[in-house]
């Protein structure tokens, strides 16, 4: 008969074996029945701008799912109005009701809460948001990220040469997590972090770092400047302002975290634009989406309704694998990646994503592509 020692071994031993299966349950499928996937969305807000974006975060999930019959997903609906507590209720009443994955949702704390609310169960969570500080063990986020652009843009720079970088930033936590992906860039692509910039959204502030931007540039010799700045921010500011004090794509790279492709006409054509660099998604997997979508809804999508696409495209994508352990972990991670709205992209360990980016310019004005969007995982781009 065992002693007090060895039974207590295997004790602990059964209860870790019982803790595992009871795991793999949570997340195994079976052939036999369609796999409930909860779709978590901000209905129930109140505010007008969040139901339109919840109807079409819905609207893309549901055409994915129209796209992958073999996956056989049931999808179900549940309100978050964009709260943590509803969220972290909606994913445990999901997961009550059979739910093996969650896709949502879209803020960060609500996707935070709703991760932290279903962990123990071993659920995952796709969620919309680009917040890279919530990723974890079962949260991955499908928001376009700093770090994913940063990388990009800097490894196309870094091979023309240009190799000493200076960031130009808010003064927030989002320019927090630029810097970061700045900085790490720079370093995973063998080119020089040398300083940074900081500015509010106010007249006085965008002014005062155009001075401090040409003075750090003119001290580091900086080749590269990396701003976070959009159309709908600081960036007309400072289009007109730093060629205006000697600084200009002509002599230091200007190169854009944001969707320089969105700008205005007027800002495109300035001339400190030209020459600039920005990323894009691979244009022919956006157009084919906007097209699908438009002709099934009669409606144009919202910009963020791909993240809902791309993570019923995992889902479906695993599932029709056939494996009963297809929404594990492992399986979310695989290094061949997916195929979503604006091109290939694939969940990383750490529970970001890549995805596949054009780099782009503006000449006279007119969107350039430089070097398109890789089209798979393993060649130049990746």
Request: charge should be positive; include cysteine; proline fraction near 4%.
């Amino acid at each position: 008969m065992p002693n007090r020692e060895s039974r207590m071994w295997i004790i602990r031993r059964l209860t870790a074996v019982a803790a595992c299966a009871a795991l793999s349950a949570c997340m195994s499928t079976s052939a036999n029945q369609p796999v409930v996937v909860g779709l978590l969305v901000p209905y129930g807000s109140g505010q007008p701008g969040q139901e339109a974006l919840a109807d079409s975060l819905v609207s893309a999930a549901k055409l994915a799912v129209s796209e992958m019959p073999d996956a056989r997903m049931d999808l179900r609906i549940y309100p978050t109005a964009g709260d943590p507590a509803q969220a972290a209720a909606a994913a445990r009443q999901a997961v009550s009701e059979g739910a093996k994955i969650l896709a949502g949702p879209l803020f960060a704390q609500a996707a935070n809460a709703a991760g932290a609310a279903v962990a123990s169960q071993g659920i995952n969570v796709l969620s919309f948001s680009n917040n890279p500080g919530i990723a974890r063990d079962n949260v991955f986020i499908l928001g376009d990220t700093f770090a994913n652009i940063a990388d990009r843009l800097v490894g196309y720079a870094s091979a023309q040469g240009k190799r000493t970088v200076v960031g130009l930033v808010r003064s927030d936590a989002a320019g927090d997590v630029a810097i970061s992906a700045i900085r790490s860039a720079a370093l995973g692509n063998g080119a020089q972090f040398v300083g940074v910039s900081r500015y509010q959204l106010s007249a006085e502030s965008t002014v005062a770092a155009v001075t401090a931007t040409r003075d750090l540039i003119d001290r580091t010799g900086a080749s590269v400047l990396i701003m976070d700045a959009d159309a709908a921010g600081a960036l007309p500011v400072f289009a007109q302002l730093l060629p205006e004090n000697g600084v200009s794509s002509k002599n230091t790279q200007f190169v854009g975290l944001a969707r320089w492709d969105r700008t205005s006409e007027q800002v495109r054509k300035r001339a400190g634009m030209q020459g600039s660099l920005f990323a894009m998604p691979d244009t022919t997997a956006a157009i084919a989406f906007s097209q699908k979508f438009t002709a099934t809804y009669g409606v144009g999508h919202h910009i963020l309704a791909g993240k809902a696409y791309d993570a019923v495209r995992v889902i479906g994508a695993l599932l029709g694998s056939g494996s009963s352990d297809a929404l594990t972990r492992s399986k979310l991670t695989r290094r061949a990646g997916f195929s979503g709205s604006n091109g290939v992209f694939r969940l990383q360990p750490d529970g970001t994503n890549q995805r596949a980016l054009a780099v782009a310019t503006f000449r006279d004005g007119q969107i350039v592509v430089l070097d398109p969007a890789p089209r798979g995982f393993g060649g130049t781009g990746f």
